[in-house]
């Protein structure tokens, strides 16, 4: 794992230097933010048919964060991306490259794909990859945890807890299953990690993530940090029938 990272870091650090700084855009700060306009790079790309053979090929810079298998990090570090909506993927990734997302990290490696073509080409590919079920949970155990660490014993008061909460305000949009919807671009969260899940909600209640989508950010304003914390241990939890690999044979759930 330490050599993995340490080549994530050489890789970030040297496409860094090669590249230019990110571009700046207006978001949600501005009065005048209109979420998801249909305007640029964006809606080219969604005009164009991925080809996933193509898309296999351009993710292999992808690849070096996100995984092969387009996992993620359990750890929330790089989000699970396997079995994305391509209008969800298309959109982030040009918000990213025209400066309306804030990513320092993965800049430098979004703004090496060539043009709309290959971000379709690109999404069409991740869209293709089954989701990994084993993702980071709530009580999952973090990687770099001692021998005395302890999984935590409220887990389901957290999942009955989230539960009701995402049931009452999210599952409109995120549905059942996490499934999200495509043609309105909301995300697939099922299979998505804890962690990552709770850094999002809070930094776009937090006004930090600049392309949200201001009716996210009315409803989930209201919410503490307490009740995000159930709200992403139920969402952790979620599975989408067809769409998740199959266990290894003899796999363990890993905690």
Known sequence: MKA???????????????????????????????????????????????????????????GACHLPSGAGRPDGTFPQLAGQHTTVLIKQMADIRAGLRDNPTMYPFAATLTDAQELADVAAYIESLCIPADHGHYDSKPGDAGKDWKAPTDTEKRLAEGKALYEKECLECHGKNGEGVKDKFYPVIAGQHYKYLLRQMTEIRDGHRRNANPDMVKIIKKYSNDQLISISAYQSSLVMPGNMCKPKAGAAKKK
Request: aromatic share 6%; with cysteine; net charge neutral.
């Open 4 to 62: 993995s990272l340490l080549l994530i870091g050489l890789l970030s650090a040297g496409v860094a230097m090669a590249s230019p700084p990110a571009p700046k855009q207006e978001g949600i700060e501005s009065k005048d933010y209109k979420w998801n306009a249909q305007a640029g790079e964006k809606v080219e790309a969604l005009t164009k048919k991925g080809d996933k053979k193509r898309g296999e090929e351009g993710y292999e810079t992808c």
